[in-house]
């Protein structure tokens, strides 16, 4: 018979002597690896086509990735660019209440210094003065005063109660001098004053429920910046 003859091919054996094979063993696989690890140009041009595949999958996944970035950016400006705007908006709301508040208190200061008017004159005693300044608070309620730092309200119903209380407040004025004249019994100076009460009461009620509008449209605006920060 014939005995096959061995020898080892032994890589670092004191470090892992089980990593060991024969030679013969050796130049078998490797043998075995050219002929088994070839491939025939349909499997290569498959294999080609997989890669070429997987390629251009990644590129779109790519462009897809930075379109997304882009949307995300063009969104996040839009965002900046409403929540300045709103600031904004808060800013020039805040202003208008202020400038309201000052209507609604020079609004109800007409009414009361006019029925002070009425009195001091039943009582025989002229008040030029105050006449001149209740024609100037109404004329600020109707244009608005840098002197009185009065705004004119963008509001047409007060506007148009304004426009009457003007009107109004000139046929007091008759009464008050025809008052001074024949005595005020012999005019109409107090129905008339009592209905100019009225006509100043409904023209405050105005300016207080304009001022709400504005509160209310503040609150709204605050409600929306919060969202849009969060």
Do not use: H, W
Request: glycine content about 6%.
């Amino acid at each position: 018979g014939v005995m096959c003859y061995y020898t080892f091919s032994v890589k670092g054996f004191n470090e892992n002597y089980a990593v060991f094979a024969p030679n013969s063993r050796s130049m078998q696989e490797q043998q075995e690896e050219k002929i088994y690890g070839r491939m025939t140009p349909e499997q290569a041009e498959e294999l080609y086509k997989i890669l070429e595949t997987k390629t251009g999958a990644e590129k779109d996944m790519k462009e897809k990735e930075k379109k997304i970035t882009r949307i995300l950016r063009i969104f996040m400006m839009l965002l900046i660019c409403i929540l300045i705007a709103l600031f904004f908006g808060i800013m020039i709301l805040v202003s208008d209440m202020q400038g309201t508040a000052r209507v609604v208190n020079y609004a109800g200061l007409v009414r009361g210094k006019t029925q002070q008017i009425i009195k001091l004159e039943n009582a025989q005693r002229p008040q030029d003065e105050m006449i001149r300044e209740v024609d100037a608070y109404i004329d600020g309620l109707r244009y608005g005063s840098d002197e009185l730092n009065l705004v004119r309200l963008d509001d047409k119903a007060f506007q148009d109660k304004m426009e009457v209380q003007e009107q109004f407040f000139e046929q007091l004025k008759e009464e008050i001098y025809k008052a001074r004249e024949e005595g005020y019994e012999n005019t109409q100076i107090i129905n008339k004053s009592e209905t100019f009460f009225t006509i100043c009461d409904e023209t405050t009620g105005l300016a207080e429920s304009y001022s709400q509008k504005l509160a209310s449209s503040l609150n709204r605006l605050e409600k929306i910046v919060v969202v849009d920060i969060i």
